[in-house]
């Protein structure tokens, strides 16, 4: 059952003169969950931290976490989960971080057995359970929100664009090209286009292991859109097996130059710059 205002301002005396020793075990009890992996000072900071919002908490007749006497409590929990979620804990150990209070409150007040404390611990208990959850809940948004920009890095990191040649970039692809991907290599090169002024761009797809329909589709937008830039686009990579395929799916490349790899590809590029006197 949930607490009411008069209990939780009640509970709330009855750990101010308890604070420092349970600001203590509470510390204890999550170090020994945490294995050594936070220093203790940081841990002290963060218990003694949370036990100040859930004592203003209830000194304000807080009876659920949603309420505005628990607004500053909810920061802290958010603070608390955003910086385990960062330095590599499971959302499991932070929120039982949050769950020792528990132990540690009944521990401290184990001397006090009437059954007016035992309610309220009751109805405490819950109160923590609900904070153990919101804490849960929000390590795993900013997990997400961690592992989205780790993925859109990794995207950016895994599709370069290179300068070869005056006047001659490439990008080369690895790995699959799905639709994501491909908007990159498109804003990159035509964004490296715009900078270099380059009249050519080679796209080597040598570390594409597979070229469907799909796959020749992005590439030949981008080729599009690069020459809509006025830039020359040639196609490297074409391996035998890609060319069988290529072939067997009625791809058509048009009028774009292909090559077997880049150095043919750069080589051909050299003998138009050549020919145009560039």
């Known amino acids: 059952m949930p607490l009411s205002?008069?209990?939780?301002?009640?509970?709330?005396?009855?750990?101010?003169?308890?604070?420092?020793?349970?600001?203590?075990?509470?510390?204890?009890?999550?170090?020994?969950?945490?294995?050594?992996?936070?220093?203790?000072?940081?841990?002290?900071?963060?218990?003694?931290?949370?036990?100040?919002?859930?004592?203003?908490?209830?000194?304000?007749?807080?009876?659920?976490?949603?309420?505005?006497?628990?607004?500053?409590?909810?920061?802290?929990?958010?603070?608390?989960?955003?910086?385990?979620?960062?330095?590599?804990?499971?959302?499991?150990?932070?929120a039982v971080s949050v769950y020792a209070l528990k132990d540690a409150t009944l521990e401290v007040l184990g001397d006090q057995s009437d059954a007016a404390t035992l309610r309220d611990y009751v109805a405490f208990s819950g109160f923590v359970d609900q904070a153990a959850l919101f804490t849960f809940d929000s390590y795993v948004r900013v997990r997400e929100s961690i592992i989205a920009d780790q993925a859109e890095q990794l995207l950016e990191l895994s599709t370069p664009v290179v300068k070869l040649w005056e006047g001659v970039v490439a990008v080369p692809l690895v790995g699959t090209l799905d639709s994501a991907r491909a908007q990159v290599v498109m804003e990159r090169l035509l964004q490296t286009l715009v900078d270099t002024g380059s009249p050519y761009a080679i796209i080597d797809i040598t570390g594409v292991p597979a070229v469907d329909t799909q796959v020749a589709q992005h590439v030949l937008?981008?080729?599009?859109?690069?020459?809509?830039?006025?830039?020359?686009?040639?196609?490297?990579?074409?391996?035998p097996q890609i060319a069988q395929t290529i072939v067997a799916l009625g791809i058509e490349f048009g009028d774009i130059a292909t090559k077997a790899s880049l150095a043919d590809a750069l080589r051909y590029v050299i003998s138009q710059n050549k020919r145009s006197g560039r």
Not at 14 to 41: C, F, K, N, Y
Not at 224 to 237: H, P
């Open 221 to 239: 937008k981008t080729v599009v859109a690069a020459r809509l830039m006025g830039a020359d686009c040639i196609i490297s990579g074409i391996r």
């Open 5 to 94: 205002p008069d209990e939780a301002r009640r509970f709330a005396e009855l750990l101010e003169g308890r604070s420092e020793q349970l600001a203590a075990r509470w510390t204890e009890l999550v170090a020994a969950g945490l294995r050594g992996r936070l220093s203790s000072a940081e841990l002290r900071r963060q218990t003694n931290d949370l036990q100040r919002g859930f004592q203003q908490a209830f000194a304000g007749g807080a009876a659920d976490l949603s309420q505005e006497a628990s607004a500053e409590l909810r920061a802290q929990l958010n603070e608390l989960s955003s910086n385990r979620a960062r330095q590599g804990f499971s959302a499991t150990e932070t």
